[in-house]
């Protein structure tokens, strides 16, 4: 990114993050932004189906940090807010089921921060409110500004070694990160010189957004948030006390060679109308605990299935039609394994093995932390009509998904990456196609509705909370800066 005269970068982020009011934000912002964070805890709760690992977070936590102030959510102890961080922004991630900003997932992390220190300094609703948002914002405008791996057009070794190669090198610029720093640097009271220094410290003390592409996960996930939460709050802690960063360093990570495969914004023009223009807005949210690029098809089914009123046992085939975009990423394209019960890394694989996660749809399981059930995993129905599902490459809609991110104001692909679907039963044959999902917030058929949040915190809550925290937790969070104190919101999330 090229300097203009004006303020830098990370100098105009740090007047937002600090500087802006509540009742300054547009409704529209302040409602959605609710929405996000009330997305968030829930998926913050569903975590807790990966139940060693939970538990062996709050361990590290407890011996790295000691006790505190700060909760770790679902179990209630009491940790540093370091350390609830850690847990809680784990556990918030390993459904696969949070926010989708154009395929980038910032709002756990950017919570936890928020949460953790805003508790800590027995901080009000509001409060916690504005850090979120900030920081959720901050990470947006990054990512816009980042630049743009267009999705290829055909499906090979040499695409997917491409592909690779561009998911790593967009990592440069941790822009997660350095949103949670923003969200940590709120809710401590930096000022905007303070801010604009957190945020550049965080650029450049945080580690890589993503792991290198695997086709199977292990115990640190593809996008490991607890050494990004460590670094982004001590980014914010060691600027309130006179750490300084290079404030051009944003400018510096943005400046990345072009190709016909990597394009940019207009990066003067995005910076310039920080505090006016809220990529929030554009976030989506998702239904099911999956990779985003499957959702399409996950929701096709379910048509399908209701419409005729299918069975399990009447599927014989189900085609799942992909772009290059999905066929070149190898956690999708490859999974043909079967899942192994006894292995807790194997929940880490799942949201992204599509022939597992319609099976969950083809026996009627609701979507939401019951697909991670060790026995659902070991079942043999389930192994069986995994056996049923193939993706199959739409390679001309390759081109068509490149040329509709090339002509988008973002220069992203905003669709699932996914064609349609294919399901043979009955001897009859059932198709439909898709674009854009539900939880996708640029029209009103899509957009999520409170009924839609009720209904997926009772299936994220009820295994782990007592009956009714679901609708208390909805009512909660839709007038959340009105609250006094976060006490009551955090007994919501305890057992």
């Known amino acids: 990114m090229s300097q203009s005269n004006g303020p830098l970068l990370s100098e105009r982020l740090g007047v937002m ?28 709760v569903g975590g807790q189906a990966f139940t060693a ?3 062996a977070m709050v361990n590290a936590a407890t011996a790295c940090g000691g006790a505190g102030t700060s909760t770790a959510l679902v179990s209630g102890e009491q940790l540093s807010p370091m350390g609830a961080a850690m847990v809680n922004s784990e556990a918030g991630s390993v459904l696969a089921a949070s926010d989708s900003f154009f ?16 508790e800590a300094k027995d901080g009000n609703g509001k409060e916690l409110l504005m850090a979120y948002l900030m920081g959720l914002e901050t990470a947006c405008v990054l990512n816009i500004m980042a630049p743009s791996n267009l999705p290829p057009t055909s499906v090979g070794a040499a ?15 941790n822009y997660v990160a350095i949103g949670a720093a923003a969200a940590a640097a709120r809710a401590i009271g930096l000022d905007a010189v303070q801010t604009a220094h957190a945020l550049s410290i965080a650029a ?14 292990r115990s640190v996930n593809y996008m490991s948030y607890y050494p990004q939460t460590q670094t982004s709050m001590a980014a914010a802690q060691v600027a309130k006390h006179g750490f300084t960063g290079h404030l051009d360093v944003l400018e510096q990570l943005l400046d990345t060679p072009l190709s016909d495969n990597v394009r940019q914004v207009d990066q003067q023009r995005v910076a310039g109308r920080i505090g006016s223009r809220w990529w929030i807005l554009e976030d989506s949210i998702k239904r099911y605990p999956s990779c985003r690029y499957v959702g399409g098809p996950l929701e096709l089914f379910e048509k399908i299935r209701d419409r005729e009123q299918l069975t399990a046992d009447e599927i014989t085939y189900v085609g799942v039609r992909v772009t290059p975009l999905v066929g070149n990423f190898g956690p999708i394209a490859d999974a043909s394994y079967e899942p192994d ?7 880490l694989d799942l949201p992204f093995n599509t022939p597992y996660l319609i099976a969950m749809l083809a026996y009627g399981y609701p979507p939401g932390p019951e697909w991670y059930d060790p026995q659902k995993i070991a079942d043999p129905s389930v192994r069986d009509f995994m056996q049923r599902v193939r993706l199959e490459i739409d390679e001309p809609a390759g081109e068509a998904l490149r040329e509709k991110a090339t002509a988008s104001e973002h220069l992203r692909v905003a669709e699932s990456g996914a064609t349609g679907l294919v399901v043979e039963a009955r001897g009859a044959r059932f198709e439909e196609t898709c674009g854009h999902v539900y939880g996708d917030p640029w029209s009103e058929e899509t957009r999520a509705t409170d009924e839609f949040h009720t209904e997926k915190a009772r299936n994220y ?21 009105k609250t006094e104190s976060l006490t009551p919101l955090v007994a919501l999330l305890s057992r």
């Not at 695409?159 to 610029?173: C, F, P, Y």
């Not at 450049?204 to 996960?217: G, L």
């Not at 019960?341 to 929940?347: E, G, I, M, Y």
């Not at 809550?461 to 959340?480: C, K, M, N, T, Y």
């Open 17 to 44: 993050v600090a500087e802006t009011q509540l009742d300054g934000l547009p409704s529209d912002v302040v409602e959605y932004g609710k929405r996000l964070l009330l997305d968030t805890l829930t998926c913050m």
């Open 53 to 55: 690992r939970q538990q």
């Open 103 to 118: 395929f980038s997932h910032a709002s756990t992390m950017i919570l936890a921060n928020a949460l953790a220190l805003t």
């Open 159 to 173: 695409e997917k070694r491409v592909t690779d190669a561009q998911r790593s090198s967009a990592s440069r610029l």
């Open 204 to 217: 450049v003390t945080a580690p890589p957004r993503a792991a290198p592409p695997t086709t199977r996960q």
């Open 341 to 347: 019960a006894d292995d807790p890394d194997t929940l």
């Open 461 to 481: 809550l009820d295994p782990f909370l007592p009956a009714g925290r679901a609708e208390q937790l909805v009512e909660h969070v839709l007038s959340i800066e």
